[in-house]
């Protein structure tokens, strides 16, 4: 499939001044991410998580390095306004705090804000409000005044705006990081579901393991490099990278590694609790039959 992101060597360093040395935020970054997919950004604060997302959505230009978004390399001198408005459009933006995101009073015009901006007919906006919204789950809440919201309703709106925008990738920032255990499943099952029914990319910032493990892959950042990138059984499944790298991962995974050193023989790559369970016991059971104290020794 072909990538909507591709970046090759980007290096981008935050301008110092009179008090300050300039900040190494990226240094030689290379990925890309096919369409469609899932991909999950790791890395503790300060890796550099965030200053690539403002990248990808063109808020910052790269030092160094090239940029596709796509297929329209942005950081060509050759790019024109054209390509990089094309490009501004088609990746989208959710942050961590849902006040800071919501514009308008009331829902329905919040989520009609971007469009709007875009110059889009009245009756154009009406219907992507509405399919906007009724993706969310939030069509009830349309003539609602915005700030009595819960902050997961909050973010489920900012949500409903950038795909009224019909962005082609999104990537959540920490959205989830503010929300208590209810609003951050309401936004997860909505951006899984962007995935995997409207094939909208998603690249979803997070400190949650367990979100991660619902990704096609993982990136995980380090000092402003990307240090590993693969399948979530990949990279859970070698704990002891994570660790050095100052990371956790799924409690499901750290069960199982300490139970693999006891000699119950779990896999590492069951983020499922269930799932998890049910293999310890039959693990259990398989070691008990062997050492003779199983029922059917
Ligand atoms: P993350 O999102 O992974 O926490 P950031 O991309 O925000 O990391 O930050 C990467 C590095 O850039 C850090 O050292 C951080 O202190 C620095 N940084 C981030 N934003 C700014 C800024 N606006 N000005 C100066 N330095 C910054
Ligand atoms: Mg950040």
Same mark, same amino acid.
């Given at each position: 499939?072909?990538?909507?992101?591709?970046?090759?060597?980007?290096?981008?360093?935050?301008?110092?001044?009179?008090?300050?040395?300039?900040?190494?935020?990226?240094?030689?970054?290379?990925?890309?991410?096919?369409?469609?997919?899932?991909?999950?950004?790791?890395?503790?604060?300060?890796?550099?998580?965030?200053?690539?997302?403002?990248?990808?959505?063109?808020?910052?230009?790269?030092?160094?390095?090239?940029?596709?978004?796509?297929?329209?390399?942005?950081?060509?001198?050759?790019?024109?306004?054209?390509?990089?408005?094309?490009?501004?459009?088609?990746?989208?933006?959710?942050?961590?705090?849902?006040?800071?995101?919501?514009?308008?009073?009331?829902?329905?015009?919040?989520?009609?804000?971007?469009?709007?901006?875009?110059?889009?007919?009245?009756?154009?906006?009406?219907?992507?409000?509405?399919?906007?919204?009724?993706?969310?789950?939030?069509?009830?809440?349309?003539?609602?005044?915005?700030?009595?919201?819960?902050?997961?309703?909050?973010?489920?709106?900012?949500?409903?705006?950038?795909?009224?925008?019909?962005?082609?990738?999104?990537?959540?920032?920490?959205?989830?990081?503010?929300?208590?255990?209810?609003?951050?499943?309401?936004?997860?099952?909505?951006?899984?579901?962007?995935? $995997?029914?409207? !094939?909208?990319? @998603?690249? +979803?910032?997070?400190?949650?393991?367990?979100?991660? *493990?619902? %990704?096609?892959?993982?990136?995980?950042?380090?000092?402003?490099?990307?240090?590993?990138?693969?399948?979530?059984?990949?990279?859970?499944?070698?704990?002891?990278?994570?660790?050095?790298?100052?990371?956790?991962?799924?409690?499901?995974?750290?069960?199982?590694?300490?139970? $693999?050193?006891? !000699?119950?023989? @779990?896999? +590492?790559?069951?983020?499922?609790?269930?799932?998890? *369970?049910? %293999?310890?016991?039959?693990?259990?059971?398989?070691?008990?039959?062997?050492?003779?104290?199983?029922?059917?020794?």
């Amino acid at each position: 499939m072909n990538p909507i992101i591709k970046a090759e060597n980007l290096t981008f360093s935050y301008p110092g001044d009179e008090e300050s040395k300039p900040v190494r935020a990226l240094s030689g970054v290379s990925f890309e991410i096919p369409e469609g997919s899932f991909t999950a950004v790791l890395g503790h604060n300060g890796s550099g998580k965030s200053t690539l997302a403002k990248l990808l959505c063109m808020v910052n230009l790269p030092d160094s390095g090239r940029l596709w978004v796509a297929g329209r390399e942005i950081t060509s001198p050759d790019a024109t306004e054209a390509d990089i408005l094309a490009a501004r459009r088609d990746v989208g933006m959710v942050f961590q705090n849902p006040d800071n995101q919501i514009v308008a009073t009331i829902v329905e015009e919040d989520v009609a804000f971007g469009c709007e901006n875009l110059g889009l007919p009245p009756a154009e906006i009406r219907k992507r409000v509405d399919e906007a919204l009724a993706a969310v789950g939030m069509t009830e809440y349309a003539r609602k005044q915005a700030y009595n919201l819960s902050g997961g309703q909050k973010q489920r709106v900012a949500i409903a705006g950038t795909i009224a925008m019909n962005r082609r990738c999104i990537i959540f920032d920490e959205s989830t990081a503010m929300l208590d255990p209810m609003g951050r499943r309401e936004v997860m099952e909505i951006i899984r579901r962007l995935n $995997r029914e409207q !094939g909208v990319t @998603v690249l +979803l910032i997070t400190h949650h393991m367990n979100e991660a *493990a619902m %990704a096609d892959r993982i990136l995980v950042m380090n000092q402003g490099k990307i240090i590993l990138d693969g399948t979530p059984s990949k990279v859970f499944g070698s704990p002891d990278a994570m660790w050095k790298a100052g990371l956790d991962v799924p409690q499901t995974t750290e069960l199982a590694y300490k139970l $693999r050193r006891a !000699g119950i023989d @779990v896999p +590492l790559d069951l983020f499922d609790p269930d799932d998890c *369970a049910k %293999a310890v016991a039959a693990a259990v059971q398989r070691k008990m039959a062997k050492s003779g104290r199983g029922g059917k020794s």
